[in-house]
């Protein structure tokens, strides 16, 4: 029998950066709001360490604007909480016609909780031509409160 031990992947990694679309030169970013010392390059950039937070609390959403079509394959996103025990949800859609119509992909719920779950990790598979709009919506506490969403990473292929 052959036999070989291979390196633990981590979920939180996302894969090599030249998988990805440069989102710097194809896509522009729109946001509802913005602390200004975690900007959403943080979160779209390879280089961007502490990701994007919004300035207010409440839903939040985070559009990615393709002036040319895109053939989206996957969504990667990466989500860190640290702090706080709280139940996120997000819904990823996209349009093929500029924000007229809105296809959902997913919609999902997170517990977050310091003593364990501090991090969420989705990698979602689209398979859709023609994408101009990319939109993440995130409510980042369902029980409503003070919290502000945030975004350590977002990834598209």
Do not use: C
Not at 24 to 29: K, M, Y
């Amino acid at each position: 029998m052959r036999k070989r031990i291979i390196p633990k992947r981590s979920e939180a990694q996302a894969p090599s950066e030249g998988d990805w679309l440069d989102l710097e030169q194809v896509a522009e970013a729109e946001v509802t709001s913005e602390d200004p010392s975690y900007p959403i390059e943080d979160a779209l950039v390879g280089s961007g360490s502490s990701g994007w937070r919004a300035a207010d609390a409440g839903e939040q959403a985070i559009r990615l604007v393709f002036p040319n079509p895109q053939r989206i394959e996957k969504v990667w996103l990466h989500f860190v909480e640290p702090d706080r025990e709280r139940t996120q949800q997000f819904v990823l859609r996209w349009s093929p016609d500029d924000g007229k119509t809105m296809n959902e992909v997913v919609r999902q719920q997170w517990n977050f909780h310091p003593q364990g779950a501090r991090e969420e990790t989705e990698n979602i598979h689209l398979g859709v031509p023609g994408v101009t709009l990319l939109e993440l919506l995130i409510i980042p506490d369902i029980s409503g409160g003070d919290a502000r969403a945030s975004l350590a990473k977002l990834r598209v292929q």
